[in-house]
């Protein structure tokens, strides 16, 4: 199953649309996951014409979305358990927040964003995936966002734009 992973796109004030980069990559989505700070259910609705989407809410959303969406959300995709967090709030890192979200579920993979810092990494047997952002690469040199491919097994790549 190939899933487009996205975080941070904080639109309407980030951009007006969603970037061709990304937009091209929807296109062979069987799934799209996004992190938190959509800012605007916009963004959604134009999700959802390309495949399925799921989604948590961030730290800066309309009052639409805050309805809409969980604040942290675990899936099962091929048998592997999948969580998802933003990854904002106070004390530790937004890595170990997220990661400590999910401590007692057996996540096989967490996605969070917050940070617009892509990572990838395993910490204990947890593979910890933030995509960046594909509108809003503050102090980073490249917008970027992350392909999922999930089978038997789990394979991760970042698109850098």
């Not at 639109?11 to 700070?37: C, N, S, V, Y």
Request: charged residues 25%.
């Amino acid at each position: 199953m190939k899933i487009i992973v996205t975080s941070d796109t904080h639109m309407p004030k980030k951009g007006t649309q969603l970037p061709f980069r990304l937009m091209k990559e929807l296109e062979t989505a069987e799934l799209i996951i996004h992190a938190g700070d959509w800012s605007s259910m916009r963004v959604y609705d134009t999700l959802q014409q390309y495949a399925p989407v799921k989604g948590v809410c961030g730290n800066i959303e309309s009052n639409e979305i805050l309805k809409k969406l969980p604040s942290k959300e675990l899936l099962t995709i091929n048998g592997f358990r999948i969580g998802i967090v933003h990854g904002h709030g106070e004390k530790k890192t937004t890595e170990r927040r997220a990661f400590d979200t999910f401590f007692d579920e057996d996540a096989n993979a967490i996605i969070f964003g917050h940070s617009h810092i892509p990572l990838l990494r395993y910490f204990k047997k947890t593979l910890l995936l933030n995509p960046g952002s594909p509108t809003d690469k503050r102090t980073q040199p490249y917008y970027s966002f992350a392909t999922l491919q999930i089978d038997d097994e789990i394979n991760t790549e970042f698109i850098f734009f």
